[in-house]
């Protein structure tokens, strides 16, 4: 979809609001353009030596023009500002909405903090689609107007319009292209800086070593260069077309003068005609610079659109509705001859897998790195798809798997995952109501977060930084453990759970979430030898395929 065709989607979406700016735009610039014929009249009467009623009635009247027009630009704004709170609100939900929901193969090979970031191009359109949709508006209506008008006056001017209409059409022609071209290589390089600067502070202990920091520098100048030279290119677009509209002043003013004062010497435009003219000139001429200098927001804004077009074009996971009132009483997973292929892998890591688990096992995956246990973990949860195979629930082999419904059920902990900024409580429980202060309890003893929680200055309401950063590497485990137990899931899906803790406090946290009161099924993967002793199933992988399912 191009830049123009995505703009015009958006706005769209808020016709009313565009529809009535521009109505008002129409009045204003109707209003705008009668004033000259105002002052001519009063240039007329003055000219003539009379002074009456009707010279005050044209005072009043062309004062209350100018009174009106800045009541119409009132109501501009307080539309325009409405308009840009709903690009906002629904730019925020759609990054909102999409983020979780987009298919792990659209992520991969690419950071998905970095790709967030491109919701700051909102208020590049925020700001743009206002001066485009008022200045560029009110602009080309003056020009249209003001051509009309002039061509009242003598015909000569209706030569200066198709001139002017010319010039426009030459400056977007050849200049539209290769400036939202460029403006696009810029907005490129702008996010990789933003990027390797996020980057920096992500990192920021390993670049505190001099030597580290000298490489963060030279990365980040030669990026700066990059971003510099499409920067310049693009400047140099804007450049000519303002050097174009500079000449066009020179040429159409000069013209202009010399032929009213021509018309006004041989009696064909009296004085205050030509005053009129004159100022009608000056207001078309003045609205042709504001759309020429208006282009570089409109390359900005259509870069923005497109940027953000990168995140809305991603495709999200199949929607299922789910059903609370009617969830599975337990989950019985069947696993029929899947494969899975990373998007640039030239081999498959899982290969012809098929497998049964019933409710309550307790299943260990292990094998040497490389061996799809993780992947075999993520296909399991729903995390990835398959590229062929099925996943059955429950035996139904004729039903499509409801994703939601089953997410519904499950927890899991992926390896890498952290708390995010928030309450501890907030970190545990996501606020869902279904969850009592009992079993909160419940789960924040059985991970031996108690006495961790009751030296916190705010208990369970004290903020956590992003990616957990104020906790030890095992309390975050212990929360991230507490959040995947606490509405007592059907299954539970661990990649290395409690690598980060010492023995003896990982082996009774093992203890508890495999306890036999516990009916829930664990499927994990894991560093700590603890959790083969209490899995009562172990499977070995190699190569992407199952060598050895053994129940003990």
């Given at each position: 979809?191009?830049?123009?065709?995505?703009?015009?989607?958006?706005?769209?979406?808020?016709?009313?609001?565009?529809?009535?700016?521009?109505?008002?735009?129409?009045?204003?610039?109707?209003?705008?353009?009668?004033?000259?014929?105002?002052?001519?009249?009063?240039?007329?009467?003055?000219?003539?030596?009379?002074?009456?009623?009707?010279?005050?009635?044209?005072?009043?009247?062309?004062?209350?023009?100018?009174?009106?027009?800045?009541?119409?630009?009132?109501?501009?704004?307080?539309?325009?500002?409405?308009?840009?709170?709903?690009?906002?609100?629904?730019?925020?939900?759609?990054?909102?909405?999409?983020?979780?929901?987009?298919?792990?193969?659209?992520?991969?090979?690419?950071?998905?903090?970095?790709?967030?970031?491109?919701?700051?191009?909102?208020?590049?359109?925020?700001?743009?689609?206002?001066?485009?949709?008022?200045?560029?508006?009110?602009?080309?209506?003056?020009?249209?107007?003001?051509?009309?008008?002039?061509?009242?006056?003598?015909?000569?001017?209706?030569?200066?319009?198709?001139?002017?209409?010319?010039?426009?059409?030459?400056?977007?022609?050849?200049?539209?292209?290769?400036?939202?071209?460029?403006?696009?290589?810029?907005?490129?390089?702008?996010?990789?800086?933003?990027?390797?600067?996020?980057?920096?502070?992500?990192?920021?202990?390993?670049?505190?070593?001099?030597?580290?920091?000298?490489?963060?520098?030279?990365?980040?100048?030669?990026?700066?260069?990059?971003?510099?030279?499409?920067?310049?290119?693009?400047?140099?677009?804007?450049?000519?077309?303002?050097?174009?509209?500079?000449?066009?002043?020179?040429?159409?003013?000069?013209?202009?003068?010399?032929?009213?004062?021509?018309?006004?010497?041989?009696?064909?435009?009296?004085?205050?005609?030509?005053?009129?003219a004159e100022i009608i000139i000056l207001l078309?001429?003045?609205?042709?610079?504001?759309?020429?200098?208006?282009?570089?927001?409109?390359?900005?804004?259509?870069?923005?659109?497109?940027?953000?077009?990168?995140?809305?074009?991603?495709?999200?996971?199949?929607?299922?509705?789910?059903?609370?009132?009617?969830?599975?009483?337990?989950?019985a997973l069947e696993v029929e001859k899947i494969?899975?292929?990373?998007?640039?892998?030239?081999?498959?890591?899982?290969?012809?897998?098929?497998?049964?688990?019933?409710?309550?096992?307790?299943?260990?995956?292990?094998?040497?790195?490389?061996?799809?246990?993780?992947?075999?973990?993520?296909?399991?949860?729903?995390?990835?798809?398959?590229?062929?195979?099925?996943?059955?629930?429950?035996?139904?082999?004729?039903?499509?798997?409801?994703?939601?419904?089953?997410?519904?059920?499950?927890?899991?902990?992926?390896?890498?995952?952290?708390?995010?900024?928030?309450?501890?409580?907030?970190?545990?429980?996501?606020?869902?109501?279904?969850?009592?202060?009992?079993?909160?309890?419940?789960?924040?003893?059985?991970?031996?977060?108690?006495?961790?929680?009751?030296?916190?200055?705010?208990?369970?309401?004290?903020?956590?930084?992003?990616?957990?950063?104020?906790?030890?590497?095992?309390?975050?485990?212990?929360?991230?453990?507490?959040?995947?137990?606490?509405?007592?899931?059907?299954?539970?899906?661990?990649?290395?759970?409690?690598?980060?803790?010492?023995?003896?406090?990982?082996?009774?946290?093992?203890?508890?979430?495999?306890?036999?009161?516990?009916?829930?099924?664990?499927?994990?993967?894991?560093?700590?030898?603890?959790?083969?002793?209490?899995?009562?199933?172990?499977?070995?992988?190699?190569?992407?395929?199952?060598?050895?399912?053994?129940?003990?």
């Amino acid at each position: 979809m191009k830049p123009l065709k995505r703009f015009y989607n958006l706005l769209e979406l808020d016709k009313k609001d565009v529809y009535q700016l521009f109505f008002y735009g129409i009045l204003s610039g109707l209003i705008s353009l009668s004033l000259p014929l105002g002052i001519q009249a009063i240039t007329n009467f003055i000219q003539s030596g009379r002074a009456s009623a009707s010279w005050i009635v044209l005072i009043v009247l062309v004062v209350f023009g100018v009174a009106l027009v800045g009541v119409l630009a009132l109501m501009q704004l307080r539309i325009m500002e409405n308009l840009q709170q709903k690009i906002f609100i629904r730019s925020s939900f759609e990054f909102a909405v999409r983020l979780p929901k987009i298919k792990f193969e659209e992520y991969y090979n690419t950071y998905p903090p970095e790709l967030a970031n491109r919701f700051f191009d909102t208020l590049m359109i925020q700001k743009g689609t206002a001066k485009l949709l008022i200045d560029f508006s009110a602009a080309i209506l003056q020009i249209i107007f003001g051509i009309i008008l002039l061509s009242l006056y003598h015909n000569y001017f209706i030569f200066f319009g198709m001139l002017l209409l010319l010039l426009l059409y030459f400056i977007f022609r050849f200049s539209y292209n290769p400036g939202l071209e460029t403006s696009m290589k810029e907005s490129k390089y702008k996010y990789k800086v933003a990027g390797w600067l996020q980057e920096i502070a992500r990192n920021n202990f390993s670049f505190r070593n001099n030597l580290h920091h000298d490489y963060a520098l030279s990365k980040n100048d030669a990026l700066v260069s990059d971003y510099l030279s499409y920067r310049e290119q693009h400047f140099s677009i804007i450049k000519n077309q303002f050097s174009q509209l500079i000449v066009f002043k020179i040429i159409i003013t000069a013209s202009l003068l010399s032929i009213g004062g021509y018309l006004v010497l041989s009696q064909q435009m009296n004085i205050g005609q030509f005053v009129a003219a004159e100022i009608i000139i000056l207001l078309v001429i003045n609205s042709v610079e504001k759309i020429v200098i208006g282009l570089e927001t409109l390359y900005d804004v259509l870069t923005s659109v497109e940027k953000i077009g990168l995140i809305t074009d991603m495709k999200l996971e199949e929607e299922f509705p789910v059903d609370y009132d009617n969830c599975y009483t337990s989950i019985a997973l069947e696993v029929e001859k899947i494969n899975f292929k990373f998007p640039d892998s030239k081999t498959k890591t899982l290969n012809n897998i098929s497998l049964h688990v019933n409710q309550g096992e307790r299943i260990f995956i292990e094998g040497p790195n490389g061996s799809g246990k993780t992947t075999m973990i993520r296909v399991l949860s729903g995390l990835i798809q398959p590229l062929n195979g099925s996943i059955s629930i429950n035996d139904n082999s004729f039903k499509k798997i409801n994703l939601n419904q089953f997410r519904s059920q499950i927890e899991s902990i992926i390896y890498g995952e952290t708390p995010f900024e928030g309450t501890v409580l907030e970190n545990i429980t996501f606020k869902t109501k279904t969850v009592t202060d009992e079993t909160l309890k419940w789960a924040i003893e059985g991970m031996q977060l108690k006495e961790f929680i009751m030296t916190l200055p705010k208990g369970l309401e004290t903020p956590l930084f992003p990616e957990g950063k104020q906790l030890s590497s095992s309390n975050a485990q212990k929360i991230l453990l507490a959040r995947s137990i606490v509405s007592k899931p059907k299954i539970l899906f661990y990649e290395d759970p409690t690598d980060h803790m010492d023995d003896p406090i990982a082996n009774q946290i093992i203890d508890f979430i495999t306890a036999k009161e516990h009916n829930w099924t664990i499927i994990v993967s894991s560093k700590n030898p603890y959790w083969k002793t209490k899995c009562s199933r172990h499977i070995t992988m190699q190569k992407g395929e199952i060598i050895l399912d053994q129940k003990i």
